[in-house]
């Protein structure tokens, strides 16, 4: 069975300061990993994804994420938040022969202060 | 399309009552999957289309719940005799093949409340 934890339901920072949102994971196989957004209404949009290659995977708007097999954890982060970074994340995981079913995490909604 | 495309884009429903909810994937798409979002929650696995291989329905709640897909195009998902707690957003999604390589298309969803 698959599972994803995000471990921080909400997190808050201040404006050109560094985001972490954490996201461990929990696969028999090999995962794939993917972190989307979710602004308030508006549909979910891809981050960025890990497949197997690079463990340190670069996405848009200047987030990265890390996979990191000993720890099964695949943190996002950003050097520097913006306002507009402001929204729900979700960490996601599927392995190659689960259906293709995507398990989602609960979400873990960022707040930037000025 | 550009997109994913869903329709309503919200519906307000009175108990008991059925619902169709429709979505166009991104054309040459041949994955299609259906997810529930309740309030304040992660989302849940509905059903998944893959070409013309037998769907995944392994995520619908109860018999109340139905999807179609013809080819590769356009999913219905039929929800029957409405409760209040079917009340969420349905997404839908898409992905060329297999998803891991390419990542998932989701469209903006269909708020459903149940009144």
């Known amino acids: 069975a698959q599972s994803v934890t995000q471990l921080d339901s909400h997190v808050s920072v201040s404006e050109g300061t560094p985001v972490l949102l954490r996201c461990n994971y929990s696969?028999?196989?090999?995962?794939?990993l993917f972190w989307y957004v979710q602004h308030p209404n508006k549909g979910l949009q891809l981050l960025l994804k890990y497949t197997s290659a690079a463990t340190l995977v670069k996405g848009i708007n200047g987030f990265e994420a890390e996979f990191k097999k000993s720890e099964t954890s695949f943190h996002l982060t950003k050097p520097s938040a913006h306002m507009s970074d402001a929204a729900e994340y979700f960490c996601?995981?599927?392995?190659?022969?689960?259906?293709?079913?995507?398990?989602f995490g609960t979400g873990t909604q960022l707040k930037v202060e000025l | 399309g550009a997109g994913v495309s869903q329709s309503p884009s919200n519906k307000v429903t009175e108990k008991g009552k059925d619902v169709e909810l429709r979505c166009d994937p991104i054309?040459?798409?041949?994955?299609l999957y259906w997810y529930r979002q309740r309030l304040g929650q992660g989302l849940e696995f509905l059903i998944y289309?893959?070409?013309?291989?037998?769907?995944?329905k392994s995520g619908l709640p109860s018999d109340r719940f139905s999807a179609e897909r013809t080819g590769e195009s356009v999913s219905t998902l039929t929800i029957q005799r409405t409760q209040q707690e079917d009340s969420a957003v349905y997404l839908c999604?898409?992905?060329?093949?297999?998803?891991?390589?390419?990542?998932?298309?989701f469209g903006s969803g269909t708020r459903l409340t149940v009144v």
């Open positions: 289309f893959q070409g013309n291989s037998a769907p995944d």
């Open positions: 696969s028999s196989y090999s995962p794939s």
């Open positions: 054309s040459g798409h041949t994955a």
């Open positions: 999604a898409s992905s060329p093949q297999t998803g891991q390589a390419y990542g998932y298309t």
């Open positions: 996601v995981v599927t392995f190659t022969g689960g259906g293709n079913k995507l398990t």
